[in-house]
């Protein structure tokens, strides 16, 4: 069961937990895979920005014997469910939403795909 505020509530369909809003009783949904449509989307930092942990994991590899391995860049990955936006919404909303706050536009780049 999970309970972050919410009361508990079990769905019968796969053992999917679905709390329900205290204040109006609405599900809400918290499995990540139950969704219609999810965006992936993945956050590195430019070329041309250094990048510390990439670089201490380049190390790390190479003291463990990974010599072939020649750059590693540290990123992010998230995954989004949309619910209620059509594709062209979706994609519109997405643009956004990775400019205006899952990066930092001057120093890390994004790409997004739509997964349905």
């Not at 990048?51 to 190390?59: K, L, R, S």
């Not at 994609?91 to 997004?112: A, C, G, H, M, W």
């Amino acid at each position: 069961m999970l309970r972050v505020g919410m009361r508990e509530v079990t769905c019968k369909r796969a053992s999917v937990v679905k709390p329900k809003c205290k204040g109006c009783a609405t599900p809400v949904f918290v499995s990540c895979y139950t969704f219609a449509m999810k965006a992936h989307v993945w956050v590195m930092p430019k070329r041309t920005v250094l990048d510390p942990q990439g670089q201490t994991i380049h190390h790390a590899l190479s003291g463990l014997g990974y010599a072939a391995i020649t750059d590693v860049r540290q990123g992010k990955f998230f995954v989004l469910n949309l619910d209620g936006w059509s594709r062209d919404e979706a994609q519109q909303q997405l643009e956004k939403i990775s400019k205006d706050v899952l990066t930092n536009p001057v120093i890390e780049e994004y790409r997004f795909e739509i997964v349905e």
